[in-house]
C-alpha cells in the first residue's frame, strides 16, 4: 500500500474527526486574531497575527465546512442503498405522521 492510498483511506474514514479537528484549528485561529486585535488595548497590536489568524481560521472553516458537506451526501447515499422505497423524492419518510 503506498502513502498515498494510506491517508485516502485514513480521510475516507475519519471524516468527522477531521471535520472536528479543523472546527478546533478555526476556533484556535479566530482567537488568535482575537488576541492580536486585544494587543492594541494594551498599546501593542499585531497586525500580522491578526490576519494569520483570520485567514488561517476562515481557511479551517471552509475546509470543514466542504468535508462535512461530502461526509452528509455518502451518508445519504449509503442510506439510499440500504432502502431506496422509504423515502420519496424529497427526501421525506413516508410513514412519519405527525399527529
Known amino acids: ?16 474527526l477531521i471535520v472536528l479537528c479543523l472546527s478546533f ?6 482567537g488568535y486574531a482575537l488576541g492580536g486585535l486585544g494587543g ?3 498599546g501593542k497590536g499585531k497586525p500580522l497575527i491578526i490576519a494569520a ?3 488561517g481560521g ?10 462535512w458537506r461530502v ?7 449509503q442510506e439510499w442503498e440500504r ?3 422509504s423515502f420519496d423524492d424529497d427526501g421525506a ?6 399527529d
Open 93 to 98: 419518510d413516508e410513514d412519519y405522521d405527525p
Open 1 to 16: 500500500m503506498t502513502l498515498k492510498a494510506f491517508w485516502c483511506k485514513i480521510i475516507i474514514m475519519n471524516k468527522r
Open 40 to 42: 492594541y488595548l494594551m
Open 71 to 77: 461526509y452528509l451526501d455518502e451518508l445519504s447515499e
Open 83 to 85: 432502502d431506496p422505497l
Open 53 to 55: 489568524g483570520l485567514i
Open 25 to 30: 484549528g478555526a476556533i484556535i485561529g479566530y
Open 58 to 67: 476562515t481557511i479551517c472553516v471552509v475546509v470543514a465546512l466542504k468535508l
